[in-house]
């Protein structure tokens, strides 16, 4: 009878342990095996009374349904741009009718110099706003260590000393007040459309005018199918970027946003503003930076959206609606450049 209970015991503990090892196995794996199946994730699509009134001051009307198996409209009617749905050389003379100055700028501090800025500015020169005017605004804690980049007629870069921080996360944080200064000085005079880059990524394909809009949103290659409840948003209501799971349209990357001057000042302040409330109360946004431009986007739309096309991650695999990825991640070496 002893005996008995003892393998009845055993028989439990077994099946507890296998159960815990596949939920260990489940908890581990599942994000791969979500991957698998989000290609399946509907997408939604442009109302057809929408699409005639869609327009983009730099395309002219565009061409919605050349692309029907992805959204290419917001609820709010502004366009997400997919290859195939506008005309390049429609924008590119419509910027140099304009005779734009059109601002980069991209944080390289630390190791992130040496790591990424070189292969950065090379591709932006072959692939970034090609024939059009160009000031480039690179922020360092090591002026002297910017590599020399053979630029364009047309096309300056200006290397702008900033501090370094202890935290890296400190180093994304303060990138935010560090524009709004530089957007509000010589930056705001001299250029009409500022877009913000992050480093660690590469041009790869033309990234021309068509991006160009008063504010513009980068959808985020990771999540740009995924159900608003799964966004990675922040959920702290202490903080100033928190959303509830009723709030937020789309999640954006903080690795490419940009537009008019006049509206980068508004976002740059309000995240900026946000952070510095969140670290009096000492609370840390979850995707720092990112996390208050989110909040920013669903309080103020904007005008015009990229699609992943824009900044593609090739680690997520082959996807049949990414057709010619225009920007690409960098690998991300965290151990090396974070130290």
Not at 88 to 97: D, G, K
Not at 123 to 129: C, D, L, N, P
Not at 201 to 224: C, I, K, M
Not at 264 to 284: F, N, S, V, W, Y
Request: hydrophobic letters at 45%; aromatic letters at 14%.
């Amino acid at each position: 009878m002893a005996l008995e209970g003892l393998r009845a015991k055993k028989r439990l503990l077994w099946r507890l342990f296998l159960s815990a090892f596949g939920l260990l196995g489940l908890y581990h794996y599942w994000f791969k095996i979500f991957r698998l199946f989000e290609v399946f994730i509907p997408m939604g699509i442009c109302p057809m009374a929408i699409m005639p009134l869609l327009k983009d001051n730099f395309t002219g009307v565009l061409r919605h349904w050349a692309r029907p198996e992805v959204l290419t409209c917001t609820s709010w009617g502004a366009p997400i741009i997919w290859d195939e749905t506008f005309d390049p050389h429609v924008a590119e003379r419509e910027a140099r009718r304009q005779n734009l100055t059109i601002g980069l700028t991209v944080f390289a501090v630390g190791r992130y110099l040496e790591k990424y800025l070189e292969h950065f500015l090379v591709s932006a020169e072959q692939y970034f706003m090609v024939g059009q005017n160009v000031v480039y605004y690179v922020f360092t804690d090591r002026p002297e260590a910017v590599p020399h980049v053979a630029l364009g007629q047309g096309r300056l870069l200006r290397v702008k000393p900033v501090r370094r921080e202890k935290r890296w996360q400190d180093v994304s944080m303060a990138r935010m007040l560090t524009l709004h200064e530089a957007l509000g000085g010589q930056l705001g005079r001299e250029a009409d459309y500022v877009f913000c880059l992050d480093v660690d990524q590469y041009f790869s394909g033309n990234f021309g005018p068509e991006v160009l809009a008063d504010l513009v949103a980068q959808l985020h290659a990771w999540h740009f199918r995924w159900p608003r409840w799964m966004l990675p948003y922040e959920r702290d209501k202490r903080s100033a970027a928190a959303l509830s799971l009723s709030e937020g349209d789309f999640y954006y990357h903080a690795a490419v946003f940009g537009g008019s001057v006049a509206a980068l000042l508004k976002l740059t302040a309000h995240c900026a503003t946000g952070q510095q409330l969140d670290r009096e109360h000492g609370i840390e946004a979850r995707w720092h930076d990112e996390s208050h431009l989110n909040k920013f986007f669903w309080l103020s739309k904007p005008t015009k959206l990229l699609s992943p096309e824009f900044c593609w991650a090739e680690e997520i695999g082959w996807r049949p609606e990414i057709h010619h990825p225009r920007l690409i991640w960098a690998p991300k070496e965290y151990a090396l450049v974070r130290t």
